[in-house]
């Protein structure tokens, strides 16, 4: 356990400083502190596809996390960088439509996201449950990765007390 806790920690550190909650550290200053960012595309507009191979679908991702955006398809964390680019890349997406049956996916497996600016393709490393305002989840990374993530449990009545967590290493850049 003391691996473990020691590992957390050390993961977490930039240049001697431990992240911080996304909630109380703005990503918006680290990603502007790593060099400088293009503007955004704008809120609901279309991003490219995520190929999930074990649910057996492609599914459209659209630019942020807004009502109306998740009513289209998967939506990309605003202020988390785009697929491909060396930080943490977050999707999110509702568990009884475009994430129905994410359960499936397993640690290994491959996850292909398209975008105009190429294909990245990610293996899943790790999947976990956390609670639903646990903001550790959208940190920066120091390498290009995905994090997928949706409420959780899958069946269930109302708004959802956890989020099921995919985390993903990005393997080939095309």
């Not at 550290?25 to 790593?34: C, M, R, V």
């Not at 398209?114 to 639903?132: C, L, P, Q, S, W």
């Amino acid at each position: 356990m003391g691996y473990s806790g020691y590992r957390v920690w050390s993961d977490n550190q930039v240049d001697g400083v431990a992240y911080l909650p996304a909630i109380n550290h703005p990503w918006s200053d680290y990603i502007k502190a790593l060099s400088p960012v293009a503007a955004p595309p704008a809120e609901g507009s279309y991003l490219g596809t995520i190929s999930i191979p074990s649910l057996g679908r492609t599914i459209k991702i659209y630019e942020g996390t807004t009502e109306a955006t998740l009513a289209k398809g998967v939506g990309h964390f605003r202020q988390s960088v785009m697929p491909g680019a060396a930080d943490n890349t977050v999707l999110a997406g509702h568990r009884d439509t475009v994430f129905t049956h994410l359960g499936k996916v397993k640690i290994g497996e491959e996850i292909t996201i398209t975008t105009k600016d190429g294909t990245f393709i990610y293996r899943v490393t790790r999947t976990r449950i956390v609670k639903a305002n646990d903001k550790t989840v959208i940190v920066p990374t120091k390498y290009a990765s995905l994090t997928i993530s949706t409420c959780y449990p899958f069946l269930y009545f109302g708004s959802a007390p956890d989020r099921f967590i995919i985390s993903a290493e990005l393997i080939v850049r095309i």
